[in-house]
């Protein structure tokens, strides 16, 4: 369950002003001797009640491990009575507290615990518009379908690179507030070459893990003729907007794109060097999962309708189940069986999926709170899942964690446990962020 090679800079999230990172730093924590930038500056945070690391090396097993809440066997690597070293944009060094050593600044936790950033691996954030009416139809009684997709289209056509970035860049404050330090974001909503490549490269200005959808659904303009838009996506709309992107993606489903046209999509874009990930068995069974361990996606997101053959093949595989519990709570719609994925051996990530249309959240702990209480994940498992998990499904090595040389990417819990965000859903509990070394919340 370790995720893969890391890659280049994830840049950051839009961030609160000074004057309120200066009193957010106040209320929840004491800072003592702010000797140096940030970039420079070492910084202990030390009287951390809990501490998840997400290397059982540190923790399971030893003498400072938690067996009262795991209650079994844990990926988490939690250390009680804990301290962090932040030396730049790197963590330096985590264990007991009474073995810290001396740094320029020191923060104390005041009992709380201490978590990775959330690694939110699925999301589709460039769009304009929402989908309130669709969404109280749907509560009312009428089914979720892929088409729901063109009246987003519509709307994101429409607006401007300026209307764009703005809704984009509140969707990353809402997450960052909410402990997200690393995410993925996809086009999709544009369906022509120009508002495919504009949406990318709004996103590139954001994060590294950039993924091109041109293939969400059939375009509207060439709803008559599926295999000319096919035929779009592979050849001139991806010449447009393969240089903004780390990743491509088919939306595999009924409605949208079959096994065969999924394959010459994702397949054509292996060849432009973008790494396949795919929107998989979601609404129905389908090629979907065994197309992703194929082509060695990434990840195959949803995983919702599962064959015994679909499990076996993930885990069998370096591809990622990653879940998205926000859908099946929006669409009332059968939950994913992490259970039986987590017995097989598949590595699991967790991801709100936000969309306007069937996910429309950005909270993280909201995800992992679904998941324990309807997906069969301990609460161990769904945290390491929207950490170490999303990670993973980024083949990321430098984020998800809390280890030497690892990014110092973190989340400070007003809670004394991890557990909490299961225990206590819909309470926010996030008191403090930091991001690549710097108190962002």
Same mark, same amino acid.
């Given at each position: 369950?370790?995720?893969?090679?890391?890659?280049?800079?994830?840049?950051?999230?839009?961030?609160?002003?000074?004057?309120?990172?200066?009193?957010?730093? =106040?209320?929840?924590?004491?800072?003592?001797?702010?000797?140096?930038?940030?970039?420079?500056?070492?910084?202990?945070?030390?009287?951390?009640?809990?501490?998840?690391?997400?290397?059982?090396?540190?923790?399971?097993?030893?003498?400072?491990?938690? #067996?009262?809440?795991?209650?079994?066997?844990?990926? *988490?690597?939690?250390?009680?009575?804990?301290?962090?070293?932040?030396?730049?944009?790197?963590?330096?060094?985590?264990?007991?507290?009474?073995?810290?050593?001396?740094?320029?600044?020191?923060?104390?936790?005041?009992?709380?615990?201490?978590?990775?950033?959330?690694?939110?691996?699925?999301?589709? &954030?460039?769009?304009?518009?929402?989908?309130?009416?669709?969404?109280?139809?749907?509560?009312?009684?009428?089914?979720?379908?892929?088409?729901?997709?063109?009246? $987003?289209?519509?709307?994101?056509?429409?607006?401007?690179?300026?209307? &764009?970035?703005?809704?984009?860049?509140?969707?990353?404050?809402?997450?960052?507030?909410?402990?997200? /330090?690393?995410?993925?974001?996809?086009?999709?909503?544009?369906? $022509?070459?120009?508002?495919?490549?504009?949406? *990318?490269?709004?996103?590139?200005?954001?994060?590294?893990?950039?993924?091109?959808?041109?293939?969400?659904?059939?375009?509207?303009?060439?709803?008559?003729? +599926?295999?000319?838009?096919?035929?779009?996506?592979?050849?001139? =709309?991806?010449?447009?907007?393969?240089?903004?992107?780390?990743?491509?993606?088919?939306?595999?489903?009924?409605?949208?794109?079959?096994?065969?046209?999924?394959?010459?999509?994702? #397949?054509?874009?292996?060849?432009?060097?973008?790494?396949?990930?795919?929107?998989?068995?979601? *609404?129905?069974?389908?090629?979907?999962?065994?197309?992703?361990?194929?082509?060695?996606?990434?990840?195959?997101?949803?995983? /919702?309708? &599962?064959?015994?053959?679909?499990?076996?093949?993930?885990?069998?595989?370096?591809?990622?189940?990653?879940?998205?519990?926000?859908?099946?709570?929006?669409?009332?719609?059968?939950?994913?069986?992490?259970?039986?994925?987590?017995?097989?051996?598949?590595?699991?990530?967790?991801?709100?999926?936000?969309?306007?249309?069937?996910?429309?959240?950005?909270?993280?702990?909201?995800?992992?709170?679904?998941?324990?209480?309807? =997906?069969?994940?301990? +609460?161990?498992?769904?945290?390491?899942?929207?950490?170490?998990?999303?990670?993973?499904?980024?083949?990321?090595?430098?984020?998800?964690?809390?280890?030497?040389?690892?990014?110092?990417?973190? $989340?400070?819990?007003?809670?004394?446990?991890?557990?909490?965000?299961?225990?206590?859903?819909?309470?926010?509990?996030?008191?403090?962020?930091?991001?690549?070394?710097?108190?962002?919340?």
């Amino acid at each position: 369950m370790t995720p893969g090679r890391p890659c280049g800079r994830s840049a950051p999230e839009p961030r609160p002003t000074a004057d309120q990172a200066s009193k957010d730093a =106040m209320s929840n924590a004491t800072t003592v001797s702010p000797a140096h930038s940030a970039s420079t500056a070492s910084t202990l945070i030390t009287n951390i009640a809990a501490l998840v690391t997400n290397d059982p090396s540190l923790g399971w097993g030893s003498p400072r491990s938690s #067996t009262f809440e795991s209650g079994g066997d844990s990926p *988490l690597g939690l250390i009680q009575d804990a301290a962090v070293v932040i030396e730049g944009d790197r963590i330096a060094w985590t264990g007991d507290q009474s073995k810290a050593p001396a740094t320029d600044n020191r923060v104390d936790a005041g009992g709380r615990a201490v978590i990775p950033g959330f690694v939110d691996s699925h999301s589709h &954030l460039v769009f304009a518009g929402d989908r309130t009416q669709e969404f109280n139809a749907r509560m009312s009684g009428r089914p979720y379908s892929a088409g729901g997709i063109r009246t $987003t289209v519509a709307a994101t056509r429409a607006a401007s690179d300026e209307e &764009l970035e703005a809704n984009l860049t509140r969707y990353l404050r809402e997450a960052l507030r909410q402990g997200t /330090t690393t995410f993925e974001t996809k086009s999709g909503y544009g369906l $022509t070459v120009e508002d495919e490549a504009r949406a *990318l490269r709004i996103a590139a200005a954001h994060t590294d893990e950039v993924t091109y959808l041109g293939a969400h659904i059939v375009s509207p303009d060439h709803a008559q003729d +599926p295999a000319s838009y096919v035929a779009l996506v592979t050849g001139e =709309m991806l010449d447009a907007c393969a240089p903004y992107a780390r990743w491509i993606d088919v939306f595999c489903e009924k409605g949208a794109f079959d096994g065969d046209q999924a394959r010459a999509i994702l #397949t054509a874009g292996k060849a432009r060097g973008l790494h396949p990930r795919i929107h998989a068995n979601q *609404l129905s069974y389908g090629p979907g999962v065994q197309l992703a361990v194929e082509l060695d996606a990434a990840s195959a997101d949803h995983c /919702t309708h &599962l064959t015994d053959a679909d499990v076996d093949a993930l885990a069998g595989s370096r591809t990622v189940a990653t879940l998205l519990p926000g859908a099946e709570f929006s669409t009332r719609a059968a939950w994913p069986d992490a259970r039986r994925l987590l017995d097989a051996g598949v590595t699991v990530a967790l991801s709100t999926d936000c969309n306007p249309g069937s996910s429309f959240t950005s909270s993280v702990p909201f995800c992992v709170a679904l998941a324990v209480r309807d =997906m069969g994940m301990t +609460p161990d498992e769904a945290v390491w899942s929207a950490t170490a998990g999303g990670a993973a499904a980024l083949r990321r090595d430098d984020v998800g964690r809390l280890t030497p040389g690892a990014y110092a990417d973190l $989340t400070l819990l007003d809670a004394p446990s991890h557990v909490h965000l299961a225990y206590r859903p819909g309470v926010p509990l996030v008191s403090g962020v930091w991001r690549r070394g710097e108190r962002v919340v």
